[in-house]
């Protein structure tokens, strides 16, 4: 068992996919098997051959020279397997593969003949002696037999490297596509990285120039919204590596965000939030709604004199989440020439992060009703922390 073993390892690693030890033990068991009863059965189909003779049956001796003659093939058909990585047509093409098989078949069915002439001599008691000169053998082809038993294992050896070599090929694609999907994730996760640094200096420039514009005016509430916004960067780095959060940590995080805007505008801005209890568990990405309200804010509130007014809504229509951010601000009809709010960072910002992490099942438009006042939505698919669900980054 251990010859067969030595005799499957040589050299497959460098000609075809490497067996494991314990599939190169399962095919040397089927070898020894398969042989042992082709053995079983010419030992009863001579048994049991009406035409043997006076007698019939068989000769003393015959049954153990039966099953030591195939031990040959038992130990050459491994061998043949290794030639088969070596010599198959689709490595070295049939003008090769064919003479070199000839070749060989020659070789190896003389020398199993030969083996069978001795074993025939040695264990069954006959008057007939067979020959021991391979010249007699070549010259008289003999070796026929061998020869079409030797193509028949070697047809065998070329359809296992085909189809090792074939499973080597689909694990190296199932591979190298999870390597790609690996490869994706990482730089998906580099771009969101990428657009979280953004996010956090142009908040956070944001934030001081409303709370510069206070000191002079009110100190006192200057820095309270100093105290504020330390609490919102501890915030906003403590989850610099979550992509997702409930909705309801969102608004949390929202609100500190609010209570620096109302020092500013004091009874001028109004909030008002409609989010059902069912969704507050819904997952979404990290500082999603901030950016909107910032340009409700800027786009909206900061260009009227009266009072500002911003609405954030949120409702689930099947397994879509829909979030809605408006404000009654002038919006892109008014004579003042109002800018649209989705050239600035914070929106661009928002739609490249959507994109990635959830790809063709989101979407995100901003539009200016012509009653006024800017309208953001957002469609994302509605899951929570304990659904198994999987973002593009993960894809």
């Known amino acids: 068992m251990h010859t067969l073993l030595n005799i499957f390892s040589l050299g497959d690693k460098h000609s075809s996919p490497v067996l494991s030890k314990r599939w190169r033990w399962i095919e040397a068991g089927v070898i020894i098997l398969f042989w042992f009863l082709v053995a079983l059965l010419s030992v009863a189909r001579e048994a049991l051959n009406p035409h043997a003779g006076p007698g019939g049956g068989l000769r003393e001796g015959e049954a153990l020279y039966i099953f030591l003659e195939f031990t040959p093939w038992m130990l050459v058909t491994p061998f043949l397997f290794w030639v088969t990585n070596r010599i198959s047509p689709d490595q070295i093409g049939w003008i090769r593969t064919l003479p070199l098989a000839i070749v060989l078949g020659v070789i190896i069915a003389t020398f199993v003949d030969l083996i069978d002439h001795i074993l025939w001599n040695t264990f069954v008691e006959s008057s007939f002696k067979r020959t021991l000169l391979i010249t007699d053998i070549l010259n008289n082809f003999h070796f026929l037999s061998e020869f079409f038993i030797y193509f028949a294992v ?97 608004l949390h995080f929202l609100d500190g965000y ?98 990635t992490l959830y790809g063709t099942r989101q979407q995100f438009s901003i539009e200016s009703p012509p009653s006024g006042g800017f309208i953001a939505y957002i469609t994302l698919p509605f899951h929570t922390s304990t659904d198994y669900f999987l973002t593009s980054v993960e894809a």
Not at 175 to 185: C, F, H, I, P, S
Not at 220 to 240: C, H, K
Not at 300 to 327: F, P, Y
């Open 154 to 250: 070697l047809i065998g050896g070329f359809a296992r490297s085909y189809f090792l070599r074939s499973q080597s090929h689909q694990q190296e694609a199932v591979k190298l596509r999870m390597d790609t999907a690996e490869l994706q994730k990482h730089l998906a996760e580099a771009r969101l990285n990428a657009l979280r640094m953004q996010i956090n200096p142009h908040f956070l420039f944001n934030t001081l120039h409303v709370i510069s514009d206070q000191f002079e005016e009110d100190p006192r509430a200057a820095r309270r919204m100093i105290a504020r916004l330390s609490e919102i960067l501890r915030y906003s780095f403590d989850s610099a590596e979550t992509r997702e959060v409930p909705l309801s940590q969102e």
């Open 258 to 355: 609010l209570d620096i805007q109302r020092f500013r505008f004091e009874d001028r801005l109004q909030v008002d939030i409609d989010v059902p209890a069912e969704l507050q568990d819904a997952m979404v990405p990290t500082l999603i709604l901030q950016p909107l309200v910032e340009n409700a804010i800027k786009h909206g509130i900061s260009q009227i004199e009266g009072q500002g007014i911003i609405t954030i809504k949120a409702w689930k229509e099947g397994e879509e989440l829909h979030m809605r951010v408006s404000d009654n601000g002038p919006g892109a009809n008014a004579e003042n020439g109002q800018k649209h709010p989705s050239n600035g960072i914070g929106i661009r910002n928002t739609i490249e992060r959507l994109e």
